[in-house]
């Protein structure tokens, strides 16, 4: 199977909570990890973004609780693929803008976006 979609997205704070999902719009999720070099070496850039439909305080209470935190995520793909991105010494960070067009049809809700930087790739689990 080659299924380049993003089925579910974790988020645990670091060094040891618990993996919580955060729900997001099907088919929104995407994955992105781009390496450069640089003066010191191999840095590994990896951009996560979701959407999530529907302001509600429970989901801005949610991402508050892991704005500016030193987090981990753990996102399953399409290929049954486990992406564990974000780690205690390089932690992965999430920002979001809260979104209402005012025009019919636009989009309400977050769009949220996670970046990680670190010297190695993250790690792979699954098939």
Do not use: C
């Amino acid at each position: 199977m080659n299924a380049a979609i993003v089925i579910k997205i974790e988020a645990r704070i670091l060094p040891d909570g618990e993996f919580t999902e955060i729900n997001f719009t099907g088919f929104s999720g995407t994955l992105s990890k781009e390496p450069a070099r640089n003066e010191a070496g191999i840095l590994h850039e990896t951009v996560i973004g979701l959407k999530i439909p529907h302001i509600q305080a429970v989901i801005t209470e949610q991402l508050d609780g892991l704005l500016f935190r030193k987090a981990q995520y753990r996102i399953l793909d399409g290929n049954g693929q486990t992406h564990l991105v974000g780690d205690t010494r390089y932690p992965a960070r999430l920002s979001y803008v809260q979104g209402l067009d005012g025009t019919p049809g636009s989009w309400n809700g977050y769009t949220v976006t996670i970046n990680h930087k670190s010297p190695k790739s993250y790690p792979l689990t699954g098939n």
